[in-house]
């Protein structure tokens, strides 16, 4: 396994990232244990939650994939192995369950969200602080066009300073930011540089075959700030897994159970998708491996964020480290991406 800096601290984070947000939805505690296990025994030390977890997000599931992770860190007694990621939610997204359905990111509802966090998850730090979508009104979760409005939303400097005191506090030792944007992005980094408040480390937003739009604009931030990319949803839901290809439904699989996820099912997706699946085929290659070697191989990339709901699947996501993509294979992805870019945002 390689292990790559976190932005600019002395912290060094596995290339994959073992996600969780199936964990208490689609997966029990023990399938849960048992890919811990898996992820550690591989050389993965990044594991990366949320406080809305696990998705699809509903009242009645509400905190349990973090608190799963807490019973794990309990029973084995592994916390200092890990470098812990979880986010604070933001308003919106059919979360009413939360706060009260106003979950901002000002100093009151960072202070419960944190804490609550630190409760579930039974430790006293967490090693990566999220703020896991903007609270303002802006182009994320699949919106590549931007539409202003002008509306009451919380300074960016009042969240870093609340940030900022749980940093002093030592309940967080890093923060970072998810389906941000690059004026997001660069807003935050020269508040933290005028303040001398926390500088974020990393950005986790969406990354696949699929869905390439990091490129523009927040990749050349990622090098030269060094606030690299944690890739989410590197296989497209699964769909570049090659599980539904030709328009399969499988049963028991994600996009199969809950009509929610529709991201990366339109028309053009598909058969993009059919066709990133049929040339990683014609290479001899599993689709999912290669889907997976293109993003952690990108510059750009910090983590690549790994989930499944079985070990196989794991193993096969795991392995995908192993694999180094061809120029003839990077090639033909590139021809693909040209003639059908971004069909998923």
Not at 171 to 198: V, Y
């Amino acid at each position: 396994m390689e292990y790559r800096p976190l932005g600019r601290t002395e912290l060094k984070v596995s290339a994959l990232c073992l996600g969780t947000m199936t964990w208490g939805e689609q997966n029990t505690q023990s399938e849960a244990f048992a890919q811990i296990e898996r992820a550690k025994a591989a050389g993965l030390n990044f594991i990366d939650t949320a406080e809305m977890y696990p998705v699809p997000p509903r009242a009645e599931t509400y905190t349990r994939t973090e608190q799963i992770i807490g019973n794990w860190f309990t029973q084995r007694g592994d916390r200092a192995d890990w470098v812990l990621a979880s986010k604070i939610a933001g308003p919106g997204n059919s979360i009413s369950h939360i706060r009260d359905g106003q979950p901002k990111q000002d100093r009151k509802n960072i202070v419960a969200a944190l804490d609550g966090s630190l409760k579930r998850l039974q430790t006293d730090w967490i090693d990566l602080y999220q703020l896991h979508w903007p609270e303002r009104s802006t182009n994320f979760f699949g919106q590549l066009g931007y539409q202003h409005k002008e509306e009451g939303f919380t300074a960016l400097e009042d969240t870093l300073e609340a940030l900022d005191e749980q940093v002093r506090a030592g309940k967080i030792r890093h923060i970072g930011l998810s389906n941000e944007t690059p004026w997001g992005t660069m807003r935050f980094l020269q508040i933290a540089q005028e303040r001398g408040w926390p500088r974020a480390v990393s950005i986790q937003n969406p990354y696949n075959l699929l869905n390439r739009s990091f490129e523009v604009g927040l990749a050349e931030i990622a090098i030269r700030e060094q606030i690299g990319l944690l890739a989410y949803s590197p296989l497209a839901f699964g769909m570049l897994s090659g599980k539904y290809f030709g328009g399969a439904r499988p049963a028991n699989a994600r996009i199969s159970l809950f009509s929610r996820f529709t991201r990366y099912t339109n028309p053009q997706s598909e058969a993009a998708c059919d066709r990133y699946v049929s040339l990683a085929r014609e290479h001899g290659l599993d689709p999912a491996q290669m889907a997976l070697a293109f993003v952690t191989s990108r510059p750009f990339v910090t983590s690549n964020i790994i989930g499944a709901t079985n070990l196989e699947q794991l193993e096969v996501n795991l392995d995908s480290f192993d694999l180094k993509l061809s120029d003839e294979v990077l090639a033909d992805i590139e021809a693909i991406h040209k003639d059908q870019p971004n069909p998923a945002p």
